[in-house]
């Protein structure tokens, strides 16, 4: 791919440093690890790995990465300039940097002169001195530093005269990035915009810079884009927008923004169309739930559930989406529901593989079925294989793979006893082939019983079964007014190591509710792998 170096761009990831502060996120060194190569495999060019000597955790990333290194991305080292009134040479946390072996080094300065007074509780002539030494005793140590220009949007509306001087003496002591920050996150897009127009001015015109948001007034990604429309070629982020407080700019959404919006080049083509996998993989490695709703890499980015809104995609799917969900890897979805139309059933019959016909009475019943199930309290929107099991029965071409002819659970609640765990004996019976099976199984709590002993009996007929996992069990309760005797919607998760699907059962019994969810969710799985069976033999032959 040719790329105009006026209009490449670095993206400079901080997940590892900047994110990890969000409250509430926290990642082990393997973490650290995956994510690093993740975001290696993305194309990231420059990887901000953490402080090290700030913990030991840092100091053994870095290790790891020496002996097993990147295979594009520069991983950086991340540090504060020296104390007051102490040498760079003799500041151990400098010694930390050194050893962590980066070719990088970003060390942020204080741009702000209450911070200078009021933080650091030094002089404004030691503050500038600080940043000289620290960059110059880096550079004479064969290290390429990026200045953090700390608060400086803030510095410069305060005292601005001062906040130049900070980032003439970063330039002036071998710098090659100057990184503007909005480190308080309060700073809006026109604002960025003069300031960073206001910098260039003054700045040697050689002068490479970058922009660096938080997210505490919900401008982050707005902000970093019109620094880069002013000049900035350095934009820092975190992956899903991760970081303290409200978090950093989201580099999710601002690489396709100026990638596919602005004209910017931030990566290949095909490493934009990762996007999405590698959002979704971070937030697996970080242990937080995806944000089904992000622009561009979320689950609902691109899902239609109005009528109207499916029938005009289907025709043209720039009525309705600003870009191609495949350019970052995401894909359309058409959302199932009690608003939806003929258009939302036919289309989502093609993605389970079925072809239906307007005309087809089939397609009629199905929306009327579904309508109907919707005001009894189920959700297919958000559990489609219950759906397309709705789909294939009214077609016909339900299996039934097996039959349950009754359960029964006992639970064993004895209040006040020490270890307790509240077990629970589930017994089922199951007729397949004509033949019929009684099993009994025990599990902590209720359903897991339920679904232990199902797959107890069904194993001997269907062994895949084994690999089947209940991943997640969510229980909505729809109408709290009427107490105990309230409905309940159950929704389960299952997984079978390739694949996930989710199952939906409403009942005013919830274990009746988690009974209809578990079966079907085991009668979908049997029917993937016969569906993956048959396509295979198809192929074959």
């Known amino acids: 791919m040719t790329t105009d170096s006026s209009t490449r761009l670095w993206i400079y990831d901080t997940t590892l440093r900047d994110g990890t502060q969000r409250e509430g996120l926290s990642v082990s060194i393997e973490d650290k690890l995956r994510i690093a190569r993740q975001l290696d495999k993305l194309g990231i060019p420059f990887i901000e790995g953490g402080w090290p000597g700030a913990n030991p955790k840092d100091v053994q990333f870095f290790w790891q990465l020496k002996e097993q290194p990147l295979t594009q991305a520069e991983v950086v080292a991340f540090c504060s300039t020296r104390r007051p009134n102490v040498t760079a040479a003799e500041e151990p946390m400098l010694q930390a940097i050194l050893a962590a072996g980066t070719r990088w080094v970003t060390i942020f300065g204080k741009s702000w002169d209450l911070h200078v007074t009021e933080g650091l509780k030094t002089s404004l002539a030691e503050n500038l001195a600080m940043i000289q030494d620290t960059i110059e005793y880096l550079r004479s140590s064969g290290r390429r530093v990026i200045y953090d220009a700390e608060h400086w949007f803030d510095g410069y509306k305060h005292n601005s005269d001062y906040a130049l001087k900070s980032l003439a003496t970063a330039i002036a002591s071998g710098a090659e990035w100057l990184v503007l920050c909005d480190t308080n996150g309060g700073t809006l897009p026109h604002e960025i915009s003069q300031i960073v127009q206001d910098v260039i001015k003054v700045v040697p015109p050689e002068t490479q810079l970058g922009i660096h948001t938080h997210n505490d007034s919900d401008t982050a990604v707005a902000n970093a884009m019109a620094a880069v429309i002013e000049g900035a070629r350095m934009v820092q982020g975190t992956i899903n927008g991760y970081g303290e407080r409200c978090g950093n700019a989201n580099l999710c959404s601002l690489i396709p923004n100026l990638q596919l919006k602005l004209g910017y080049t931030c990566l290949a083509d095909n490493q934009l169309t990762q996007l999405t996998q590698a959002s979704r993989f971070i937030s697996e490695v970080v242990n937080l739930a995806p944000d089904e709703h992000a622009a561009f890499v979320g689950r609902s980015a691109f899902a239609h559930k109005g009528g109207i809104h499916v029938s005009a995609v289907e025709r043209n799917p720039l009525t309705y989406e600003h870009i191609q969900p495949e350019q970052i890897g995401n894909n359309r979805r058409i959302v199932i529901s009690e608003q939806a139309g003929l258009s939302n059933v036919l289309a989502k019959a093609r993605t389970f593989?079925?072809?239906?016909?307007?005309?087809?009475?089939?397609?009629?019943?199905?929306?009327?079925?579904?309508?109907?199930?919707?005001?009894?309290?189920?959700?297919?929107?958000?559990?489609?294989?219950?759906?397309?099991?709705?789909?294939?029965?009214?077609?016909?071409?339900?299996?039934?793979?097996?039959?349950?002819?009754?359960?029964?659970?006992?639970?064993?609640?004895?209040?006040?006893?020490?270890?307790?765990?509240?077990?629970?004996?589930?017994?089922?019976?199951?007729?397949?082939?004509?033949?019929?099976?009684?099993?009994?199984?025990?599990?902590?709590?209720?359903?897991?019983?339920?679904?232990?002993?199902?797959?107890?009996?069904?194993?001997?007929?269907?062994?895949?079964?084994?690999?089947?996992?209940?991943?997640?069990?969510?229980?909505?309760?729809?109408?709290?007014?009427?107490?105990?005797?309230?409905?309940?919607?159950?929704?389960?998760?299952?997984?079978?190591?390739?694949?996930?699907?989710?199952?939906?059962?409403?009942?005013?019994?919830?274990?009746?509710?988690?009974?209809?969810?578990?079966?079907?969710?085991?009668?979908?799985?049997?029917?993937?792998?016969?569906?993956?069976?048959?396509?295979?033999?198809?192929?074959?032959?």
């Open 353 to 541: 593989g079925i072809e239906l016909d307007k005309h087809n009475p089939a397609a009629r019943q199905i929306l009327q079925r579904l309508k109907e199930l919707e005001s009894e309290g189920y959700q297919f929107e958000a559990a489609e294989a219950s759906f397309d099991l709705l789909m294939r029965e009214a077609l016909g071409k339900r299996q039934q793979l097996f039959e349950i002819k009754g359960f029964q659970v006992h639970c064993d609640l004895v209040q006040g006893l020490e270890n307790h765990n509240g077990n629970a004996l589930a017994t089922v019976k199951v007729a397949v082939n004509g033949q019929d099976i009684l099993e009994a199984a025990e599990g902590n709590g209720p359903v897991a019983a339920l679904d232990a002993a199902l797959r107890k009996a069904l194993v001997n007929f269907y062994p895949q079964i084994a690999a089947f996992e209940l991943t997640d069990y969510k229980v909505r309760i729809l109408d709290g007014h009427t107490g105990t005797a309230a409905k309940t919607r159950v929704l389960v998760e299952s997984r079978n190591g390739h694949q996930r699907w989710t199952t939906v059962g409403v009942s005013t019994n919830i274990l009746e509710a988690s009974y209809q969810a578990v079966v079907e969710g085991l009668e979908y799985g049997l029917l993937l792998l016969h569906s993956s069976a048959k396509a295979a033999l198809t192929a074959s032959s």
